[in-house]
């Protein structure tokens, strides 16, 4: 199967979390991440899903999962310990177009979860869909040992420069042009000089 890559805006999407275990905690916080609005569904919850319930940015209701749960979901993430009932959720999910991703359970997907790289506004995902999870984080580690914290301090001068050319007047190619050129690994290597340097004149000025 081909997968499509994305990235989602969830921003203000509903999104809705059945499991508030260790494994929902996790699904939890990327959601959080991403800004989404996040109902959360279950008779138990880990202490720092409590934490967030109590803080308001989360809405935890304490017992079972109910099919009028999906009513306006955007997004559903299943992280029960109960094959059954994930497959009821899958299957209510499907009937009303939602997507669905039930953890551990590859043909109960819509969608997989990428093991990512974050640096700054930089992600870099990688997704075996579904087949082999832990070739996905060794090709992460792989990945966080060869794009350094660098490269996200980077991308902010990268945007900063794109902005200012779009702002001027220029044939539009002549801008491409300096934008690939912005971008090069040449460019990369004077941006990590510039770094060195000016990190060496802050621990001389502080002697």
Known sequence: MNLFPIYLKLANRHCLVVG?????????????????????????????VQLLAREGKIRWEQ??????????????????SSPKLHEQIYKQAQRRGIICNVVDDPPHCDFYYASVVRRGSLQLAISTSGLSPALAQRLRHKLQEQFGPEYGLWLEELGAARKRLFARKMDPQRRKSLLHSLASQKSF???????????????????
């Open 20 to 48: 508030a275990g260790r494994i929902g905690e996790e699904k939890i916080e990327g959601l959080l991440g991403a800004g989404a609005e996040i109902k959360v569904v279950a008779p138990r919850a880990t202490s720092r």
């Open 63 to 80: 017992r079972k999962f109910r099919p009028s749960d999906l009513r306006g979901a955007f997004l559903i993430v299943a992280a029960t």
């Open 189 to 207: 290597e004077k941006f990590l000089k510039r770094q060195t340097q000016g990190k060496a004149k802050r621990i001389l000025g502080t002697k």
